[in-house]
């Protein structure tokens, strides 16, 4: 590939790392990702158009962005909150319930699941206290984004926090502005490019997500059913076709979410080098 | 990205002035609440997993973890992660050193493609290894003839596996390595030693700890991965269940204590990872601090 050209280097070994990560994300990543396209491009446009635009895939997306969305909102005011409280007070246990924030990435997603549908089930722990439906609804679904989602918010923001010159809060105070005001004018604003970042952190892992949501979704066609079982339904039913435009329409939009991402990352990084 | 993040010592509270620091029982109801939103959506669930694992007694616990169908499961999550971990760990490093050391073109298209896989829903990357291997892919007829089973067999696994965690162990490398430079494998260079003995002895211990990090990391991801592993496995007993399939089974089955004996074997797991991440951080930070100082 020539766009991979060597310009400087006096240490060895470039041919052999390039070389073998090169080949390594040829066959893992970019020759697997590009079936999806190649197959899609191949299809008449008539029927992936018609699979993608069905009601019940409309539902599905409605349902996916809404629940992540949601979930991801939820998670920045709680994320900054639990950020804020980590960085600033001194509580007993504090250390545990920093390590403990970072559960969601290591506890495996269907456990996750099973347990969240448990708790939130009719009788469960937490459903019986509660006049509402959650298991089996779409606030059900928020419910496990909002697990899988919280540690991207408050791992971005806690950092950035970490950095915030406590001089310019002081300065703040000195000028007659009280404590909230100085949050809202000053601190908020120098958070405002990690929170942003996190949220579609949260969010872009949000909306791929499948093992958290399947056993609390209750999975009804039209109401409770995420795109990602779409797709997997579709699989079942040997429907390749259809699995394949679906799945294009979620990695167009994948990718987008990356790129703002990185538009977001990039900012935040500017604002604090 | 997310990787590095320092913990989060506090400077020494010095008495401030009630304009520079929240009332006392502002600072008391913001703790409560980050505290409580914590307990109930992470620490109850946990708890949870635990209690009704054991709510019909240990006989059924011990009787669900030893089953042969979950041994075979356990066996079978332990042998992807043999492949997948150490794979993966290699590209990490092979990525890193060539993103890190050396100037090119292309090199932010690199690592965007390396970060592909967190972007990308887990269904998807199990769908695309069938749009591969399966008998209506693209290389089926040919594995057909061959008589070589990918899709609904282990190595269907172990490829949808290695997709997913692909990015783990070079995301935490890269920036590492970054801030790292090539100083000390020139120098090793210029005094003479080989460029694998510069790798061994120079470049390796450098980044030890970032490394057991992302191995953790990968470890925890490879052996949890519900998503991907579900379509490609065929969901056959004692043969192509991982333990997230085989928990999957036995919950839909309404065998939930025994569905929550075995995952609670995995959130066991999971508390060591994050105990061992927390280690790994703080005598990172340590090892961490004079390099900082000279850069």
Partial sequence: ??????????????????????????????????????????????????????????ASYKLSVGASLMAAAINVIFGVLIAWVLVRYRF????????????PFALPTAIAGIALTTLYTENGWVGQFLSFKVAFTSLGITVAL?????????????????????????????????RLQTFIKVVFPELMPAALTGFALAFARSLGEYGSVVFI???????????????????????????????????VFSFFMLLV????????NRKFI | MSGHVPLPYSSPQIQKSSKEAEPRWVRYLLITLAVGFLGLFLVLPLLAIFIKAFEKGSTVFFEAISSPDAIAAIKLTLIVAVIAVPLNAIFGIAAAWAITK??????????????????????????VFVLLFSSHGLFGPWLQAHDIKIIFAVPGIVIATLLITLPFVARELIPLMQTQGTADEEASMTLGASGWKTFWLVTLPNMKWGLLYGVILCTARTIGEFGAVSVVSGHIRGM????????????????????????????????????????????????????EGEA
């Fill in chain 1, 217 to 251: 979704a209750g999975n009804m066609p039209m109401k409770t059913e995420i795109t990602p079982l779409l797709i997997m339904t579709k699989l079942e039913q040997y429907d390749y076709a259809g699995a394949t435009a679906i799945a294009a329409v979620m990695l």
């Fill in chain 1, 92 to 103: 007993p246990g504090k250390r545990i319930i920093d390590g403990l924030v970072d559960l």
């Fill in chain 1, 146 to 178: 909002m697990f899988i989602g919280l540690p991207f918010v408050v791992r971005t923001v806690q950092p950035v926090l970490q950095n915030v010159d406590k001089e310019v809060e002081e300065a703040s105070a000195s000028l007659g502005a009280n």
């Fill in chain 2, 240 to 291: 192509t269940n991982t333990m997230p399939l085989h928990i999957e089974i036995l919950y839909n089955e309404y065998q939930f204590s025994a569905a929550f004996a075995v995952a609670s074997l995995m959130s066991l797991f999971a508390i060591i990872t994050l105990i061992v991440k927390n280690i790994i951080e703080w005598k990172a930070n340590k090892s961490m601090a004079p390099v």
């Fill in chain 2, 102 to 127: 050396f100037n090119f073109k292309g090199k932010s298209l690199l690592i965007t493609i390396i970060d592909l896989p967190f972007a990308i829903s887990p269904v998807i990357a199990g769908l």
């Fill in chain 1, 261 to 268: 991402i990185n538009l977001l990352q990039w900012w935040t």
């Fill in chain 1, 1 to 58: 590939m020539g766009l991979f050209k060597k310009r400087t280097g006096v240490l060895p070994g470039f041919g052999l790392s390039l070389g073998f990560t090169m080949t390594y994300i040829s066959i893992l990543v970019i020759l697997p990702l590009s079936m999806i396209f190649i197959n899609s491009a191949t299809a008449p446009w008539e029927k992936i158009w018609q699979t993608i635009s069905e009601p019940r895939v409309l």
